[in-house]
């Protein structure tokens, strides 16, 4: 492999408070190549959640750094990670998008796998010999590693890597934060997005836990809700932004906007209120008065390293993306919401939802033309070499609207790299 | 009684297209009632589905369709300034359940849209519920269902299907 120690070296200057970052790690190939070695293929990757899968039977597809996988609960209840291709000669042996199966059958030669990926049956089985799938080969094959927290599921393909709540580490706390709004489940809710954005991965992680860009790339957003009678408390965008070590990183603040999770609006009127005053008085009694305030009124944007999304903010966004190519990536988002929530919260969740986030909202496609934008800036990197990630270097605790929280992605993305280049 | 013709029907429908490519977006807001809705479901959605209990793109009532419309003409609305070129194709039309005063019609679409020397396909059916009112026909409902597996490359509904 190349030697990429020079595109990669962050330029770091504590006494003058500087942290740049290199354009050519947008755009150059052989770091797309050595991201996917030390990255993707070294890293927890979320797969999927626990809700999409409530009945035995259930599977889902999909596909994570470029594999394609099952996602299923098999007849015995168990919830496995399995390799979409046939042990035969490769197919793809479940071809749906989402369904309930107790089997799933190859169509190219008819091998037949039960929900929990053994062969149980294949066409012309006495042409084999006695014992054949003895040693379980002809079984779909498992991802290396599979792994849970609190309904979270994730992959890796390394099978060596740490065990998940050691890779997650301080992030569990933010995970909990989440996973603890409902006591039925968080579940998540029909109607996936999946869009695209011409740039590279990395500036969509930054953009997701961003929050310096709102007040000008989303003023339009902002706008609309100024503009729109009890749509706003009488809350500021005030907080912090967090390290939180092995390359997580969070921004925890108070916004204006309602949550439905528990900061009431004036334009969801009086039932709303009663209704959001009877969810905060549930969390008060399972979690005491100070952490219930925390779940209800705090906004976090949290980055599970390298590219896991927890975004609980006007409604909550899982978010996962994948670069093809270095100016390309895929992007795939859900909304989580606590399982029991009334008609009226759920209604309220979705809109808030999808008036700010995702393709068709009020702010996510100025995300994508801003990160567009700047993938289409690295054109001219051989002049202007250098991103900026200074903000809020100097301080002690670093605000939302700080970048600290970026610094620990970049920072944890260059030591990865560094030591696989160092090792070839 | 007055009854909906295809002609008509058709000739309202290639005038919407018009002010949709023509950025005339006020004059395409006031061809929709004030009850209006807007939806683009997501693409992995039932056909039934409804924003109520799963996510679409786009679900707008009358009111957040015309802050879409504000916004749209704004500089702000960073996706779409400089604005794009779009040209909205509109084909295939049926009416379906003609009323008196309503009817429900069905429409393919083909919408291009160029920005930044891209240009993306939309692709899908749209159905409209149509009313008749004084001043001549209006939409008191259009849903865009998209026939794609994702928005992949598009990345995006920042126009107005």
Redesign the interface.
């Known amino acids: 492999m190349k030697d990429i120690s020079k595109v990669i070296k962050l330029h770091v200057d504590k006494e003058r408070q500087l942290f740049k970052v290199p354009r050519t790690s947008f755009v150059d190939t052989d770091v797309f190549e050595s991201e996917r070695d030390a990255i993707f293929n070294r890293c927890w990757l979320y797969l999927g959640h626990a809700s999409e899968l409530a009945k035995p039977g259930q599977f889902v597809t999909r596909t994570v750094a470029g594999r394609n996988l099952i996602f299923n609960r098999d007849a015995g209840g168990k919830i496995n990670a399995f390799m979409n291709t046939c042990p035969h000669r490769g197919a793809t042996v479940c071809r749906d998008?989402?369904g309930t199966a107790k089997n799933f059958q190859c169509f190219y030669h008819g091998w037949v796998f039960g929900s929990d990926g053994k062969l149980k049956d294949q066409p012309g089985k006495e042409s084999y010999c006695e014992g054949f799938n003895d040693q379980g080969g002809a079984d779909l094959v498992p991802a290396p590693r599979h792994e849970a927290y609190r309904g979270f599921h994730f992959i890796a393909f390394d099978k060596d890597i740490v065990d998940l709540p050691t890779y997650l580490g301080n992030a569990r706390e933010y995970i909990d934060l989440v996973a603890d709004q409902s006591e039925l489940g968080m579940t998540i809710?029909?109607?996936?997005?999946?869009?695209?954005?011409?740039a590279n991965w990395k500036l969509l992680v930054e953009n997701s836990i961003d929050g310096y860009h709102a007040a000008t790339?989303h003023?339009?957003y902002l706008?609309?809700l100024k503009?729109?009678a009890g749509s706003l408390a009488a809350v500021g965008i005030v907080g912090v932004g967090r390290d939180l070590g092995n390359g997580h990183g969070v921004i925890e603040y108070t916004a204006p906007w309602g949550r439905p999770i528990g900061q009431w609006i004036p334009a969801w009127g009086e039932q709303g209120k009663a209704d959001i005053e009877k969810i905060v008085a549930g969390l008060g009694e399972r979690f005491g008065a100070e952490r219930a305030k925390r779940m209800a009124l705090n906004n976090r944007n949290l980055l599970i390293f390298p590219n896991l999304i927890i975004n609980d903010i006007m409604a909550i966004t899982v978010r996962t993306f994948y670069p093809l190519a270095p100016s390309?990536l895929?992007v795939n988002a859900?909304?989580l919401a606590p399982a029991e929530e009334s008609?009226w919260a759920?209604?309220s969740r979705?809109?808030n939802?999808?008036?700010f986030l995702?393709?068709?909202g009020?702010a996510?496609?100025?995300d994508?033309?801003?990160l567009?934008q700047c993938q289409?800036g690295y054109e001219n990197l051989r002049e202007a070499a250098w991103n900026d990630i200074s903000k809020g270097m100097g301080k002690a605790q670093p605000a939302a609207d700080d970048e600290i929280q970026m610094r620990a992605f970049w920072t944890e993305w260059n030591r990865r790299l560094t030591r696989a280049n160092t090792a070839t | 009684m007055q009854t909906f013709t295809r002609p008509e029907v058709e000739d309202f429908l290639f005038h919407e297209a018009a002010l949709l490519d023509d950025w005339r977006l006020d004059e395409w807001l006031a061809l929709f009632t004030d009850d209006a809705r807007y939806e683009v479901p997501a693409t992995d959605l039932d056909k039934d589905a409804t924003p109520e209990r799963s996510l679409f793109y786009i679900a707008d009532d009358a009111f957040r369709l015309g802050e879409r419309v504000k916004r749209l003409q704004k500089k702000t609305a960073f996706s779409e300034y400089p604005r794009s070129k779009t040209r909205h194709l509109v084909s295939n039309v049926r009416i379906l359940e003609p009323g008196a005063d309503t009817c429900r019609v069905a429409t393919a679409f083909v919408t291009y849209r160029t920005k930044g020397g891209h240009t993306d396909t939309y692709i899908g059916s749209s159905e409209y519920a149509l009313v008749r009112q004084a001043t001549g026909l209006r939409i008191r409902k259009k849903r865009c269902v998209l026939d794609l597996d994702s928005l992949r490359p598009q990345g995006r509904v920042s126009i107005l299907l």
């Open positions: 998008r989402a809710l029909g109607g996936t997005q999946e869009y695209s954005i011409r790339t003023a339009s706008d609309y503009g729109t390309f895929h859900w909304t008609a759920r209604k979705l809109e939802f999808l008036e995702g393709p068709g009020f996510t496609p100025d994508v033309e801003a567009q289409a």
